[in-house]
């Protein structure tokens, strides 16, 4: 199937002049901006470092950690720093996780108050030798920041196997926000997800808002890697279909050469455009742009 652009043929940021050639590290002129000036960083790292805390800024390489860390957040990542699915966009390190840590849910609600975080997002490597794929220990965590300060929370999950128990588990500790990423749309699934599955994902979201109404339920997708304007559009179509609340579109950023490589740079004007057409869609909250993410803003995005 050929990708189109995602603009008309008049448009002045054509495909064709966004178009990664294989191997380029050149990036366009919008994708590009200054380092923050704040000791904030320094704060957050040593931080979390003292605390043997993970973040999903360190080890998926976020574009956004500098802007992130100076304004003292991040968005923590539990149960590890090696995944057990070797998806084809992210730099998380694959293989054969270590045994899960008892005391990360104390640990972690210590950095969540330190911080004074208001809005605490907490995500996870797939843990596909665990039972329940993580899922107590996501309802520990949720718990222990909630009782030690108060903030709302945010859960980014895997999708456990399709395990609804474990889904329900998560949402035993009543987390404000319940965020799963379809990421891309159906075609590229093999290619980009693995062993990841489109529908399972959609019944996860479909599960929750039916568990759970009151709890935000949120997704992302990345841009730029061959989707065309139909594909998104079905998506977009699907997430509503199953209630999902939230939306953000980003584009994908390839973290090393041994990665997917970025078929296409998506220019800010179709950002705007693809996120004037979710929200006319019905998303209650949208955020789309070339640097969004699944948690950057969070807590601007549910306020």
Same mark, same amino acid.
């Given at each position: 199937?050929?990708?189109?652009?995602?603009?008309?043929?008049?448009?002045?940021?054509?495909?064709?002049?966004?178009?990664?050639?294989?191997?380029?590290?050149?990036?366009?002129?919008?994708?590009?901006?200054?380092?923050?000036?704040?000791?904030?960083?320094?704060?957050?790292?040593?931080?979390?470092?003292?605390?043997?805390?993970?973040?999903?800024?360190?080890?998926?390489?976020?574009?956004?950690?500098?802007?992130?860390?100076?304004?003292?957040?991040?968005?923590?990542?539990?149960?590890?720093?090696?995944?057990?699915?070797?998806?084809?966009?992210?730099?998380?390190?694959?293989?054969?996780?270590?045994?899960?840590?008892?005391?990360?849910?104390?640990?972690?609600?210590?950095?969540?108050?330190?911080?004074?975080?208001?809005?605490?997002?907490?995500?996870?490597?797939?843990?596909?030798?665990?039972?329940?794929?993580?899922?107590?220990?996501?309802?520990?965590?949720?718990?222990?920041?909630?009782?030690?300060?108060?903030?709302?929370?945010?859960?980014?999950?895997?999708?456990?196997?399709?395990?609804?128990?474990?889904?329900?588990?998560?949402?035993?500790?009543?987390?404000?926000?319940?965020?799963?990423?379809?990421?891309?749309?159906?075609?590229?699934?093999?290619?980009?997800?693995?062993?990841?599955?489109?529908?399972?994902?959609?019944?996860?979201? %479909? %599960?929750?808002?039916?568990?759970?109404?009151?709890?935000?339920?949120?997704?992302?997708?990345?841009?730029?890697?061959?989707?065309?304007?139909?594909?998104?559009?079905?998506?977009?179509?699907?997430?509503?279909?199953?209630?999902?609340?939230?939306?953000?579109?980003?584009?994908?950023?390839?973290?090393?050469?041994? %990665?997917?490589?970025?078929?296409?740079?998506?220019?800010?004007?179709?950002?705007?455009?693809?996120?004037?057409?979710?929200?006319?869609?019905?998303?209650? %909250?949208?955020?789309?742009?070339?640097?969004?993410?699944?948690?950057?803003?969070?807590?601007?995005?549910?306020?």
């Amino acid at each position: 199937m050929r990708s189109l652009p995602l603009v008309s043929p008049n448009d002045s940021c054509s495909a064709a002049a966004t178009r990664e050639s294989p191997g380029s590290r050149r990036l366009p002129s919008w994708l590009k901006r200054p380092l923050p000036r704040s000791n904030g960083n320094f704060f957050t790292e040593t931080l979390l470092r003292e605390l043997r805390l993970e973040t999903v800024c360190d080890n998926a390489r976020c574009p956004n950690r500098p802007e992130c860390y100076s304004k003292k957040t991040a968005t923590f990542m539990i149960l590890g720093n090696v995944c057990t699915r070797p998806c084809g966009f992210c730099s998380v390190a694959k293989g054969d996780p270590e045994a899960v840590e008892d005391d990360e849910p104390e640990r972690l609600a210590e950095a969540a108050a330190r911080l004074g975080l208001r809005h605490v997002v907490i995500t996870s490597v797939t843990r596909d030798d665990l039972p329940d794929g993580g899922a107590e220990h996501f309802r520990r965590c949720i718990l222990a920041v909630r009782a030690r300060t108060g903030a709302v929370v945010e859960v980014l999950t895997p999708d456990f196997l399709g395990d609804l128990r474990a889904v329900d588990t998560v949402l035993s500790a009543h987390p404000e926000v319940f965020n799963h990423n379809l990421e891309t749309v159906p075609r590229l699934y093999r290619k980009v997800r693995g062993r990841a599955a489109y529908q399972r994902s959609l019944d996860i979201l %479909h %599960h929750v808002k039916q568990r759970r109404p009151e709890i935000v339920t949120k997704s992302g997708l990345m841009l730029g890697l061959g989707e065309t304007l139909e594909e998104l559009f079905e998506v977009l179509s699907d997430l509503r279909a199953v209630g999902c609340d939230t939306l953000t579109l980003g584009q994908y950023l390839a973290p090393t050469l041994k %990665h997917i490589a970025v078929v296409r740079y998506v220019p800010p004007e179709e950002f705007d455009r693809l996120g004037e057409l979710a929200r006319r869609l019905g998303f209650r %909250h949208v955020a789309s742009g070339p640097f969004v993410r699944s948690s950057y803003h969070a807590a601007e995005m549910v306020r």
